[in-house]
């Protein structure tokens, strides 16, 4: 029994493998001891749990070795034991101590044999994750993007650590359990706990977060499982971009609703078939998202098409008409102290629009109970008559409207009573109104035209809420506040404007010439007989958007006597936005007085630029340079003309700048009897400062000479515009100033040459026209090199790769080979048109040049090659070939870089900074005549982004679009500009301002 009973306290042990790093039991496997005074069995080492062949622990690949120990009635004798494993896929065991080391993913038995006995024990193997990552089409995400509406299926993924890896680990399953943060902006799909995929649905515009674990336990315990691994990802939601719609909302309007509208009016298109209609306004709001068009006709039961940017909305129109009749006060009003002077009814009739139409509404019937009624649409009033005397207010007066014709069929009935007559009661001020476009006004400095058309619209009600006018003897006096505005305080104003449909009293300005920004606040006083006279105060804000109200000065690093220099300057209004343009900056009343020698110099687009004329300036202009002065301090006083605030500038002008050094210079070799270009455009000219001297307008005291460094008969100079040395007749002098319309060309004697031959010729500065007075150090030695023809090896034909072959091929249809061959020493020789023939295959070239679009259909039906052969005249048939494709694919921008770091504030537009790209494709190649910045690379553009500005003052509007404008930019700053090409080709630039 004693046996038996031993052999029934056995237990197996159960172990189990997880994802992570160190050991862990699993819940729910508890070893139960079976006759526990006396214990048999399988245990881990150092403890006394024995183990059953169902239960067990666990052990994860990758961690440390397990240690078994075999107890046998309660002692360990597992030195005496053989250890074995039945699968050492999972796990194998040391057959000697025990000792367990995890494999793979899945079950074992172990065995212990003592003696003629056997103790088994269960081993499950997991690994555990290291970390988790969320994943959109195999890429780790932290945030996802969405419009509204849409949605996206993301996946989670359990990364091992290596040494699990290494280990032979692979992912066991894991629940992974989501929680949003309970934002409305998404909802959140998972079919199962241990799906590795779910979906965010986006529902409205907005942000939300989604926290997720990971863990091999359940949704209950999982938040206090110590192994587990977290994610959590950004959702931002977008709104949805607005689809382009569009609907009659007006008897002459028609509301459009998109992205990126404008109040363009040429920017719509209004059609009825193929006949357009005129748009005379747009009515644009804040968001660019809704736009109201104005049209001049009357719209009729058609169908119309509204076009913009691209896109097209129809809706089928509907001719306006009286839709319904309101009498908004239910009064007859007296017009005297008693009934038997008659009375009037306002009343108003709307179109299905909601339009007031009662000014153009006739033909209404109006019966009344107590009198008769004569409708007057001009006034929006009924005038009754017929009223017997002394009938007591309050007396109940029933009336019916009603129109009926062809078109409208209206009938109401209303319940009044009579009231006695109208005195002022309330005066209200609508606002400053301009009476050209009936639209909200601001007054502004430096802006009399339209000053001139502003009205101060005034609103006077009755007790019974009915709008009074002039013609009922109500009229306005302005009493106080009226400095600079040009109200006539001893005028009565009755004058009217109609505005929305409802007519103000209009108060206009006359003083506003001079008038400085601020406020004003002015106090109205109506009038209306002796029944009544009421007061209102409005204040009028005077902008000063055409003003300068501070100025600063920044002087460029280097100004030198005899020179014109372009100082940066920061203007501001009174609104602290930048104030550039010519006109208000050389304004003597608003804009700023400049010292002698500055000027305002206005550009092609109005913008201004602070110019200073070194010449003009009489601290420097008269000084005597040299050795003992070679910089002077000046300065500049500036004056804002609004508020007189001095500005003062100081700055260093130096010496005149003088030419001291020529760049070096490469020019390439010919053949006998063969002629360079004109080198002078290729000389660079700097100052002892080492700028590059771009302005040799005022250097005629100074001369480029050229001299033949040895003696030589192979080379001759070809010159225009030059002169010779009076002192060395071998020197070929030019005036610095002369050297864009001078010409310097070298010729190879004709005579045959062996291999090649060079000669030099020495560049250099000169003082005066003796030839002999050189600037020290200004020399440079250029090399000319002929060749025969026939000598050359190594030659090249240079052409682009791809060649553009469409209908319009402005840029690309001129295209030049460039033949070269190498001389012995190296020297590149390039050949004249006249020294090779080309041929080709498809019949592209023509003479000595390639033509692409004549094979314009064939390349309209796909790409293809064409081999162009240069065939050299050098008696040895040489010939140099180059394969090419012609292809109809249009131009797709490839590359593209800034031509300056700087920029003017001129040019900072969108066409501005487009011009200040050198913008590559696939067809560029400026050596064959196919320039960079085409006119379809430029149209490619289709983004201009500010990203971001050094004084954070810039702003943009329509950033990142054809449309982008920018405001508050000042010369000094610097930008930087991210553009986009419809290619998809991205550069980023820093710009400075100037």
């Not at 909302?249 to 404008?262: D, E, S």
């Not at 009515?283 to 009729?300: F, G, K, P, R, Y």
């Not at 002629?675 to 307008?697: F, M, Q």
Request: glycine share 8%.
């Amino acid at each position: 029994m004693k046996k038996k009973s031993m052999n029934k306290a056995v237990k197996s042990l159960s172990i189990m493998l997880a994802l992570s790093m160190g050991f862990s039991f699993v819940p729910g496997f508890n070893a139960v001891e079976i006759e526990a005074a006396a214990k048999s069995g399988v245990v881990l080492h150092g403890k006394t749990k024995v183990f059953s062949a169902k239960k067990g622990t666990s052990a994860y690949i990758g961690e440390k070795k397990l240690d078994f120990d075999l107890l046998f009635r309660g002692k360990n004798i597992s030195k005496k034991v053989k250890w074995v494993s039945n699968d050492t896929s999972v796990v194998t065991v040391n057959k000697k101590n025990g000792k367990l080391t995890a494999k793979g993913n899945g079950s074992a038995v172990i065995t212990a044999k003592y003696k003629n006995k056997k103790y088994k024990a269960l081993v499950k193997v997991f690994t555990r994750a290291e970390s988790m990552t969320v994943e959109d089409n195999g890429t780790a995400v932290t945030e996802v993007n969405l419009t509204e509406g849409t949605s996206k299926t993301l996946k989670i993924n359990y990364k091992l650590a290596d040494k699990v890896v290494k280990a032979g680990g692979v992912s066991s399953t894991y629940n992974s359990y989501l929680s949003p943060d309970g934002s409305d902006a998404i909802s959140v799909n998972k079919e199962k706990a241990s799906s590795t995929e779910f979906t965010i649905t986006a529902n409205k515009a907005g942000e939300s977060y989604i926290d997720i674990i990971g863990s091999q336990r359940s949704a209950v315990k999982a938040a206090l499982d110590s192994k587990k691994v977290t994610a959590r990802i950004k959702v931002v939601v977008a709104s949805k971009p607005a689809e382009f719609t569009g609907k009659q909302t007006g008897a002459k309007k028609i509301t459009v609703t998109g992205q990126n509208l404008t109040n363009n009016v040429k920017d719509y298109v209004v059609k009825v078939g193929a006949s357009r209609r005129d748009i005379t306004g747009v009515t644009l709001n804040s968001s660019a998202t809704e736009a109201v068009l104005e049209l001049t006709a009357d719209i009729n039961n058609l169908d119309y098409t509204v076009e913009f940017g691209g896109k097209t909305v129809t809706f089928k129109g509907e001719m306006a008409k009286a839709s319904k009749i309101d009498v908004p006060n239910k009064y007859l009003v007296l017009n005297g102290d008693n009934s038997s002077a008659g009375g009037k009814i306002e009343y108003r009739v709307t179109n299905q629009f909601g339009e007031d139409i009662t000014k153009t509404v006739s033909g209404l019937n109006v019966n009344i109970s107590i009198g008769k009624g004569i409708v007057n649409p001009a006034k929006g009033c009924i005038d009754v008559t017929g009223m017997s005397a002394n009938l007591p207010l309050k007396t109940n007066v029933s009336m019916n409207i009603n129109k009926t014709d062809s078109v409208n069929f209206l009938t109401e009935t209303f319940n009044l009573t009579l009231e006695a007559k109208s005195k002022a009661s309330a005066v209200t001020v609508k606002g400053v109104y301009s009476n050209n476009t009936k639209k909200p006004y601001s007054l502004a400095v430096n802006n009399a035209a339209e000053n001139a058309a502003a009205r101060l619209l005034v609103e006077v009600k009755d007790q019974y809420g009915r709008r009074m006018n002039s013609t009922e003897g109500v009229n306005i006096v302005a009493m106080a506040g009226l400095t600079g505005l040009g109200i006539d305080q001893t005028k009565v104003y009755s004058d009217l404007i109609e505005v929305d449909g409802v007519d103000y009293v209009a108060i206009p300005f006359t003083g506003t010439n001079a008038v400085k920004s601020g406020s004003v606040t002015i106090r109205l006083l109506a009038i209306y007989g002796q029944n009544g006279s009421n007061t209102a105060e409005t204040t009028i804000n005077i902008s000063g958007v055409k003003q300068v109200s501070k100025f600063s000065v920044i002087p460029p690093s280097e100004v030198y006597a005899g020179e014109v220099a372009y100082f940066n300057y920061t203007a501001t209004n009174d609104a602290g936005q930048s104030v550039t343009d010519y006109a208000t900056l050389s304004d003597t009343s608003y804009g700023v007085r400049l010292p002698e020698a500055f000027s305002w110099e206005n550009t092609a687009n109005g913008t201004a630029r602070l110019k200073y004329d070194s010449k003009k300036d009489n601290i420097v202009k008269n000084i005597t340079w040299g050795s003992g002065i070679t910089q002077m301090q000046s300065t500049g006083l500036f004056t804002v003309a609004a508020n007189l605030q001095p500005v003062q500038v100081s700055f260093v002008v130096y010496m005149p700048a003088s030419p001291t050094t020529i760049r070096n210079l490469t020019l390439d070799g010919v053949l006998p009897g063969g002629i360079t270009e004109n080198v002078l455009p290729k000389v660079k000219v700097a100052d002892d400062k080492g700028r590059e001297l771009t302005d040799l307008s005022g250097m005629s005291a100074y001369y480029l000479g050229v001299k033949k460094k040895s003696g030589g008969t192979i080379f001759t100079t070809v010159a225009a515009g030059a002169s010779v040395g009076t002192a060395d007749t071998g020197v070929q002098l030019f005036k610095l100033s002369d050297l864009k319309s001078a010409s310097l060309k070298f010729k190879a004697s004709a005579a045959a040459v062996t291999g090649y031959e060079t000669e030099e010729f020495t560049f250099a500065i000169y003082k005066d026209v003796t030839g002999t007075n050189k600037v020290a150090g200004s020399e440079i030695n250029v090399r000319m090199t002929v060749a025969e023809l026939k000598n050359l090896t190594s030659f090249n034909i240079v052409l682009p790769d791809a060649l553009y072959s469409s209908d319009s091929n402005t840029g690309y249809d001129n295209i030049t080979p460039v033949v070269t061959g190498k001389a012995s020493d190296g020297t590149a020789v390039q050949l004249g048109s006249e020294n090779f023939t080309l041929r080709d295959v498809e019949g592209v070239v023509e003479g000595n040049r390639i033509v692409p679009s004549k094979v314009k259909e064939k390349a309209k039906r796909g790409d293809f090659t064409d081999k162009i052969t240069a065939i050299v005249n050098d008696g040895k048939g040489t010939e140099v070939s180059k394969t090419v494709t012609i292809s109809a694919k249009a131009p797709a921008v490839t590359k593209v870089e800034a031509r300056s770091a700087e920029l003017s504030l001129a040019n900072f537009t969108f066409n501005g900074i487009r011009d200040a790209l050198v913008i590559s494709d696939q067809y560029t190649s400026e050596a064959n005549g196919v320039s960079p910045s085409s006119e379809a690379d430029k149209n490619s553009l289709y983004g201009v982004r500010l990203v971001s500005s050094s004084s954070n003052k810039i702003k943009a509007d329509w950033n990142n679009t054809p449309k982008v404008v920018f405001s508050g930019a000042a010369a000094g700053d610097m930008v930087n500009i991210e553009v986009l090409f419809e290619s998809g080709v991205k550069g980023t630039f820093s710009f400075t301002l100037k």
